[in-house]
């Protein structure tokens, strides 16, 4: 009778952790939802979406790194520490190849920056990041869409035409 019983304790606690994992799994699915939609992924509510900006889209995130969420936060945030710590004030800083505007998001409304140049060589980029910092980037905050043409430098060995457009 006491080995039944010990089975049924232990039964019962399995049902408990399996329908423990059942709704930590599906609390996971609703946040991955959340995080790998074609749309910004928008902070807050009120007054907080007006300060701060939108994370791209995991589309805009893929064309220039990886779509995940978690490395693009783990990138950007590693990379706003070291730039920070270098930083004096009114610093210049140029981004190339700023990919999705990681930085550009980032350094917004950093107090040292005075000014922000982000080069992007991918048009659809371009337009992507635009279309999300567009409200957010002030004065001191420039992107630039910068089109070489790869054939002249590989045909010819040095670089042909540049375009820029400015926003």
């Known amino acids: 009778m006491k080995i039944l019983a010990e089975l049924f304790a232990s039964n019962k606690k399995i049902k408990q952790v399996n329908q423990w994992l059942k709704m930590e799994v599906e609390r996971f ?3 991955q939802k959340q995080f790998s939609s074609e749309n910004n992924f928008v902070f807050g ?4 979406p007006d300060f701060v900006a939108p994370i ?4 805009l995130r ?3 790194s990886s779509p995940s969420l978690a490395g693009y936060l783990i990138v950007a945030d590693g990379w706003y520490f070291l730039i920070s710590w270098l930083l004096k004030k009114r610093a210049t800083i140029l981004d190339i190849g700023c990919g999705c505007g990681k ?3 980032l350094f917004l409304h950093h107090p040292f920056i005075e000014k ?4 992007i060589i991918m048009k659809k980029v371009f337009n992507g990041v635009r279309n999300i910092l567009h409200l957010y980037l002030l ?4 992107l630039f869409l910068w089109i070489f043409y790869l054939r002249h430098i590989i045909r010819k060995g040095k670089l042909g035409g540049v375009t820029l457009y400015f926003p």
């Open 62 to 64: 893929a064309t220039v």
């Open 45 to 48: 509510t009120d007054k907080i």
């Open 116 to 119: 922000y140049f982000g080069l």
């Open 103 to 105: 930085l550009a998001r």
């Open 29 to 31: 699915r609703k946040e």
């Open 56 to 59: 791209p889209p995991n589309s």
């Open 139 to 142: 004065g001191n905050f420039s």
